[in-house]
């Protein structure tokens, strides 16, 4: 049964950093692509990061998060990280970790197998 368990989230002021992890449970974690999303309260889930199996190769969605946030990956661990950094309160959300064993399009979430319940990131300006 696989199982992605995220936590780190929280509260924090504008401009602060957050560092959110997903542990995977269930999978050969190093067969997967990773993805991050966020769902912010009556907006659609929308595409933050991904990382390639390997971890050699990262994407990110353009203007919103690109250059603040990092996204990495630890294969021994099996667990990947969403490190924020100058937080605005538009990145407000619930973030989700998502598994896919597809190349390529990680924006989009219909192309990820498995999800995790979600962690919060509230940020207050």
């Known amino acids: 049964q696989v199982q992605l368990v995220e936590s780190g989230g929280g509260l924090v002021q504008a401009g602060g950093s957050l560092r959110i992890s997903c542990a995977a449970s269930g999978l050969t974690f190093s067969q997967y692509n990773m993805g991050w999303f966020r769902q912010a309260p009556g907006k659609e889930r929308d595409f933050v990061a991904a990382?390639?199996?390997?971890?050699?190769?990262?994407?990110y969605a353009t203007d919103s998060v690109k250059g603040r946030f990092t996204i990495s990956r630890d294969n021994a661990k099996n667990t990947v990280t969403l490190q924020m950094n100058s937080l605005k309160s538009e990145d407000t959300a619930v973030y989700y970790c998502?598994?896919?064993?597809?190349?390529?399009?990680?924006?989009?979430?219909?192309?990820?197998?498995?999800w995790g319940q979600g962690t919060q990131v509230t940020v207050s300006s």
């Open positions: 998502a598994t896919t064993l597809y190349s390529g399009y990680y924006y989009q979430a219909s192309r990820y197998d498995y």
């Open positions: 990382i390639n199996r390997s971890g050699g190769s990262t994407y």
